[in-house]
Each structure stands twice: as structure tokens, then as C-alpha cells.
């Protein structure tokens, strides 16, 4: 009985080793995955850095490409980064959906091969928000967490997501959906798209934004689509209406500080 026992620890330990092992063999390598989510082939490119080895837990930052885009082609220059802060990158591939059906005028007035390759921004301007294109982009990334996690040894508590334009918007829609597994979200290029602000979200979250309001693609000011998305009809709030819906949703009371951080660039906190 008691060898027995010894004998099952030991195959335990060896069995932590061996993973341990596996996953740090993958350190300093972009690698890439994939898994069946409702009726498509989700794809994700990740980066694991040559710091990791498995025996502490790490943070994972999920980049999401704009519209058009891939997962291929890294967003932001965050592999280097990831080798100096010690933190795995995921970069997640949309759906690419080219069956307009009668949501042609809704969508970007650019070519279906652009346009239908986005994420769910929370309202119809792309063919993904659509119930009937089953697509469920926050479902993917809550499994992909998962996925992650029993391959990596990921710190639950410093789970992020950051995106640029069309996944810009669409770490707004993790914001508000998904904050039970993500920390914080860092969206850029793009405020909340309108529907948001009728929404309660999960639970309160950091959220870092950056937009410009020389943006020729989505309106700083919010408004309508530029590309006459929705049939010209308003689709994004302001900059500063998607910062005034956290700041009341997160029970912030105190007064922005507001500095000039370059000739153009102002930060306020």
C-alpha cells in the first residue's frame, strides 16, 4: 500500500515536469493554435518569451487586429516587449464572413473581403454581430483563456486585452462581457460603439484608451461610421463619453486630471 502510494506521487511529479518541460520548449517562438468554437475553425498566433519555464505564473495580453486584419500579423510591437516584462502575447484571428445576406448596407462601404473580417463591436455594423452568423467572438476568447491556461502556467489575475481599431472596439465588448476573466482592456483608435451605453457590464474594470481626433476612419467625436456604416446612422459615442461611462460604472467620484504629456498628445487619469 505504501509503495503504492509512493509510486503515484512520483508518477505526479513526473507527469508536472514533463508539461513544465513541454510548454518552457516553446519559449522565445511564435507559435500557432487552433480550436473548433460553434460552427468555425478559431486560429490564434501566440508568443511565448524565452524567460518562461513554467514554474511561476505569468500575465497574458491578448492583441486584437483591426478590420481586415489577421492574427498573423502581429498588432503592436509586443513580442519584444513580451521578452522584457515576462508576459505571453496571443494574437487571436477574427472570422472571415463574405455572405452579406441583406446586411450589405450596413456594413463599411469597402469591399466584403475587408469588411467582412471583424470582430463583434457590439452593434451591425459588422456581419459578426448578427445572431444568425453564430459567430460568438467573446465566447472564443473566454475559451481561449482556458486553452491557454492549460498550457501555460497564466497568472488569472493578470489576464489583459488590448486592440486596435475594429478590435478596438471590440475589447470594449470584453470590457463589458468578459471582465470576470480579464483585469483590464486597453482600446485603441476606437470609442464605444453606441449600444454599449445601454448596457451594464459584468462587473467594474481598468480600462486605458487612446484615440486621436485627426482618426479619418472612426469619428473622436463620435457620430456616425466615416466608411457609411448603418446607413449613415450614429454608431460610436465620443472619446470622452466612453471614458464618463467607466469612470461612473467603475464608482469613480473624483475630478480628472488632466496634463499635457506632448505638443499633441493630452493624458487624463
Not at 134 to 143: H, L
Not at 144 to 162: G, K, P
Not at 171 to 189: E, R, T
Not at 236 to 256: C, H, L, M, Q, R
Request: hydrophobic share 40%; with cysteine; net charge negative.
Amino acid at each position: 500500500m505504501f509503495k503504492k502510494y509512493r509510486l503515484t506521487v512520483f508518477v505526479v511529479i513526473m507527469m508536472v515536469v514533463i508539461l513544465g518541460f513541454a510548454s518552457s520548449a516553446f519559449a522565445g517562438q511564435t507559435l500557432t493554435g487552433s480550436f473548433e468554437h460553434g460552427p468555425y475553425t478559431r486560429t490564434y498566433y501566440y508568443y511565448v518569451p524565452d524567460s518562461y519555464d513554467g514554474s511561476e505564473p505569468v500575465p497574458l495580453l491578448m492583441a486584437f487586429h483591426g478590420m481586415g486584419g489577421s492574427g498573423s500579423i502581429p498588432t503592436g510591437n509586443f513580442n519584444s516587449i513580451a521578452d522584457e516584462e515576462g508576459f505571453i502575447v496571443v494574437y487571436p484571428s477574427s472570422t472571415t464572413l463574405t455572405d452579406v445576406g441583406p446586411y450589405g448596407p450596413m456594413l463599411p462601404q469597402i469591399p466584403v473581403f475587408i469588411s467582412g473580417v471583424q470582430w463583434d463591436p457590439g452593434i451591425g455594423i459588422a456581419l459578426q454581430y448578427y445572431p444568425e452568423y453564430e459567430v460568438d467572438d467573446v465566447g472564443f476568447v473566454s475559451r481561449l483563456i482556458d486553452v491557454l491556461s492549460e498550457e501555460f502556467n497564466i497568472d488569472q489575475t493578470r489576464v489583459y486585452a488590448t486592440g486596435f481599431s475594429s478590435g478596438s472596439m471590440f475589447s470594449w465588448n470584453l470590457a463589458m462581457n468578459l471582465s470576470d476573466k480579464i483585469a483590464a482592456v486597453a482600446p485603441v483608435s476606437s470609442p464605444m460603439t453606441l449600444l454599449f451605453l445601454e448596457q451594464e457590464p459584468v462587473r467594474p474594470i481598468t480600462v486605458i484608451a487612446a484615440g486621436g481626433d485627426s482618426d479619418n476612419v472612426v469619428p473622436f467625436h463620435g457620430g456616425p461610421c466615416y466608411f457609411n456604416a448603418l446607413q449613415g446612422e450614429p454608431v460610436f459615442a465620443s472619446f470622452y463619453d466612453s471614458g464618463a461611462y467607466w469612470v461612473e460604472k467603475n464608482g469613480i467620484d473624483t475630478e480628472p486630471v488632466v496634463d499635457r504629456i506632448a505638443s499633441n498628445i493630452l493624458r487624463t487619469i
